[in-house]
């Protein structure tokens, strides 16, 4: 359904409205999708994520699932499995802890070639495992560290003020930050959290090096393009609901994009239960972003 009213800032039309991932099909034979906010609220399927999953399957579609979660790709199958969505309706997960995990134990570039092993790990005991066979030593303080990883707050806090004093001590010592969640909130059920991405946003505040993983970053849309196994990129999609990781990302990659408005930004869009954005708030914040989806609809759906 689209939106009602008018056009967008500074002139420009508002992204095209579709009603569902079936009006695309024919144009695209990729699609790269996210989870949180997409797929799922954490808890349970958006309605009429399944049927559409089957669509696309049914319509011999290659499918990506590109998460930013800060875990290892199969914890985000195993949890998907969990939420009810089963593994045939998907080819691949990549996940921005994958790609943490990956280089970490490469080392292959310079950054993480220089690591030490003493590792201060910020992050809730369920991500522990990011740290599995690694041959690292898990440290509690700055002052032990080498560097620190993060996967997210220790609890469901709604800011980062809490880890404040912990930042700046390690940004004093010059600790290198991994970020193995690029995401600053997460909506979880009817809340919204903070995620690593406000940490390390903090932390380079503080004059702190961070390394990134995740959406926006181009080496995971790299990845995912050769999971797909295309050559180009002009029938490749990607369906999210940020205009900051999902949608900036695709931008950079040189691939289309569409824009759930019932997701993350609901209440920046105006867009209330039903998803459905006020068009001039959409469109503020399309032109604060500085990413532009191609397409716009409220869930994802067939």
Not at 116 to 131: A, K, T, V, Y
Request: proline fraction near 7%; charge should be neutral; include cysteine.
């Amino acid at each position: 359904m689209a939106p009602k009213g008018g056009a967008a800032a500074a002139g420009r039309p508002l992204p095209t409205a579709v009603g569902g991932l079936r009006e695309l099909a024919p144009r695209f034979d990729g699609f790269i999708l996210d989870v949180w906010g997409v797929l799922h609220d954490g808890f349970k399927p958006y309605p009429g994520v399944i049927d559409c999953l089957e669509g696309l399957i049914a319509a011999e579609k290659r499918i990506v699932v590109l998460s930013n979660a800060p875990r290892r790709a199969v914890d985000v199958v195993t949890r998907m499995r969990e939420i009810g969505i089963p593994d045939h309706l998907y080819h691949h997960v990549l996940s921005s802890g994958e790609e943490t995990w990956q280089h970490l134990a490469r080392r292959s570039d310079p950054f993480y070639a220089a690591l030490g092993r003493s590792c201060l790990f910020i992050g809730p005991p369920r991500d522990e495992g990011m740290m599995a066979e690694l041959g690292l030593v898990q440290v509690r303080t700055v002052e032990e560290a080498d560097f620190i990883l993060a996967t997210g707050p220790w609890g469901w806090e709604a800011n980062a003020a809490r880890y404040e004093a912990m930042l700046e001590a390690a940004a004093r010592r010059e600790l290198p930050f991994i970020c193995a969640n690029p995401d600053l909130v997460v909506r979880h059920g009817e809340r919204l959290m903070i995620c690593a991405g406000t940490l390390a946003q903090r932390y380079e505040a503080l004059g702190g090096r961070v390394r990134w993983h995740g959406k926006p970053f181009l080496s995971v849309y790299e990845t995912c393009f050769g999971m797909l196994g295309f050559p180009g990129r002009d029938r490749i999609i990607a369906v999210g609901d940020s205009l900051r990781t999902d949608i900036a990302g695709a931008n950079g990659a040189g691939i289309a994009s569409v824009l759930v408005t019932g997701g993350i930004h609901a209440e920046d869009f105006g867009a209330a239960a039903a998803g459905i954005p006020d068009p001039h708030r959409l469109a503020a914040a399309i032109a604060a972003h500085g990413s532009r989806p191609d397409f716009i609809m409220p869930r994802m759906v067939w």
